[in-house]
């Protein structure tokens, strides 16, 4: 049985404002002008989320399916159809329980992946990140893990400037697995070294970085540059200024930058008190940030919320659209099955209103509760 769905469509190349998309069997068939729509609601792809740490109340951090599940299902109901579980700097048992622990739900479709942020980061750049837990990269644990996953482990942060971080990122991107450079104090030329060595990604660009400066300019400029990486950029107005938003997403194009979310369990809860990685939080006016020095400890953020705050930003819809849904989707390896209103593709999609409010959210070709 095929069914459509009318309205102002956002393709990769534009909108279709009297337009169609047909879906059958959970994938989309064909997008199309349908001249006898009149006005109807945006029609945009189901949103990738690349980094999360939870929401709702419920984190991924812990290794609990269930917290999982229930952080997943947050989130599905802002329109994000697609997550990794991001995980942060945590002791190698933790690592091992959480990979085993949420392979099932990467095997029955409820997550893409596991993100392992960590633990193998700068200290002089670790942000919110447990510091106890910091280490050099180790090829014994990387190896363990990915066994241990069977393709559930898609993504690992590295800081680059580490001792043996160039083995790991070759052993990582030989099985398939994205490496991200991130929290890294790392020079413009080993950050360009990990990038030759296969890292693809860059994590919350500026954040946990060191900063760009005209004599040495770090690995903010090399990851700009190059032309295989997908630079992450959190748009909550707090991690990042508008002008470096809009500046970033010039310079890398919609193709390279990716919006996230790096939201915690408070995401969608009241201001109080919350934990990340074992350190107390403190949200107040939706801006989490750790107790104990006031470091940003993730977000509140939510995909939609994303979405709207870069087109408030002057991020033409189109363009923001291929942020949070088809540039995310390809810089995990998953192009070729979500990320953009493509025939052949599952079918994922948001209704948004005018205002770009979330009125209704499809997965796989079935309306989300």
């Not at 939201?263 to 403190?282: C, F, K, R, S, W």
Request: with cysteine; aromatic share 4%.
């Amino acid at each position: 049985m095929t069914r459509r769905v009318t309205g102002k469509v956002v393709t990769p190349t534009g909108v279709i404002r009297q337009g169609c998309v047909e879906i059958a069997d959970g994938r989309i068939t064909a997008v199309a002008e349908y001249p006898s729509v009149r006005d109807g609601h945006w029609i945009v792809p189901g949103f990738v989320d690349m980094h999360t740490h939870g929401g709702g109340g419920h984190t991924f951090t812990t290794g609990d399916a269930e917290s999982a599940r229930q952080a997943a299902a947050f989130h599905s109901g802002h329109g994000t159809t697609t997550l990794l579980a991001s995980l942060v700097s945590s002791p190698f048992e933790l690592m091992r329980d959480a990979t085993a622990a949420y392979r099932p739900l990467v095997e029955s479709g409820v997550l893409a992946g596991v993100h392992f942020e960590g633990p193998y980061l700068s200290a002089d750049r670790c942000g919110a990140q447990n510091p106890e837990f910091l280490r050099d990269p180790s090829t014994a644990e990387l190896t363990e893990l990915i066994e241990l996953g069977g393709g559930a482990v898609r993504m690992v942060t590295i800081a680059p400037e580490r001792d043996g971080a160039t083995e790991a990122i070759e052993l990582l991107v030989s099985h398939g697995v994205v490496v991200a450079v991130g929290h890294t104090d790392a020079t413009w030329e080993q950050t360009r070294a990990a990038v030759a060595a296969g890292a693809t990604v860059g994590t919350h660009l500026f954040n946990g970085m060191r900063p760009v400066h005209h004599r040495e300019p770090g690995p903010v400029v090399a990851l700009l540059e190059a032309p295989n990486v997908v630079c992450e950029l959190v748009a909550d107005g707090v991690h990042l200024h508008d002008g470096m938003l809009g500046f970033a997403t010039s310079v890398a194009g919609p193709e390279r930058a990716a919006l996230i979310t790096d939201a915690m369990a408070a995401a969608g809860m009241p201001d109080g008190e919350y934990e990340l990685g074992g350190q107390a939080v403190t949200v107040s006016g939706g801006v989490a940030r750790l107790s104990r020095d006031g470091a940003i400890a993730g977000s509140t953020l939510t995909m939609d919320a994303a979405l709207r705050h870069a087109v408030g930003a002057g991020v033409a819809l189109p363009d923001a659209c291929r942020m949070v849904a088809t540039t995310p989707a390809r810089a995990i390896g998953l192009g070729d099955r979500v990320g953009a209103l493509v025939a052949g593709l599952r079918a994922d999609l948001v209704m948004l209103d005018d205002d770009l409010n979330v009125v209704r959210v499809m997965r796989g070709g079935d309306w989300v509760e």
